[in-house]
């Protein structure tokens, strides 16, 4: 639906954090995210076409070579590659070391973490909400891949401020609860906390929150990156059925637990969206492991 750099929940982000970019006196862009990162690549492509320097800070246990990694160095993006623990000290002294040389470092976190990232998705929930009038139907499901929180986060203040009655469905690509929840629902507050009419625990409720937070870590598999042959199946068949490209890090996986959630709660005759996130590229790199 947003035709740049593939699309998908981090352009919709990324646009947000570039208008704060475009209005501030920036000369830099530095984030965080592995090879495999959508984020990553959207944000060193934002930044080459304004002519900035971009700096992507990720693990070395996620840094093999992907369509994403690639572009990003097509982008002009310097990247630096440290143990997963040595990363926050990293970006602390990248931001430092630009800070003393002169520089005027914009920092995005990974996977565009934060209200900004939030708030595109509450855009998202209401171009749902607008997309269910004009075509008389109502979703009862929404499913995505949920990765870092923001996306989940906007969709459940979205549906939270909307006062909508449906099952919004976050499948972890990674990350196992109570931590996977605890960082959505924390970003659900932040964001309704900043909202100027809205006053949390009189117009909405911390058992609201936590009733409309679905965050499912039942279908990870091996982990953030990791595919196996049912993810590889579901990919090969969502391409072959409906022409539909799907990754192993995140949509092949989310799409995969969708499934396998409707079968085993027997859910029939409802109205389901599911939310391609994007990361296309990542489906040629799948693509590659299929000829094999």
Known sequence: MIPYSFGGNKARKSQLFFEEIDNGDYDYVVTYGSSHSNHCRVVANMAAERGLKCVIIGPSEVSDSTYNSIMMEVFGAEIIVVPVEEVSRTIDNKLDEL???GHRPYFIMGGGHGNIGTKAYVRCYEEI??????NDLEFDYIFFA???????AGLVCGQLLYGDDRKIIGISIARKNPRGRDVVIDSIREFLEAEPNVELGKDI?????????????DYTGDGYGADNVEIEDTIQKALIMYGMPLDSTYTGKAFLGMEKYIRE???ED???LFIHTGGTPLFFDDLNKMRR
């Open 129 to 134: 909400k607008q997309f269910e009038i004009d």
């Open 99 to 101: 800070r003393q040389s």
């Open 146 to 152: 949920s990765g870092t929180g923001t996306t989940q």
């Open 270 to 272: 409802k109205n389901i």
């Open 265 to 267: 709660n027997h859910i």
């Open 205 to 217: 409720t911390e058992d609201e929150i936590s009733e409309k937070t679905i965050f499912l870590d």
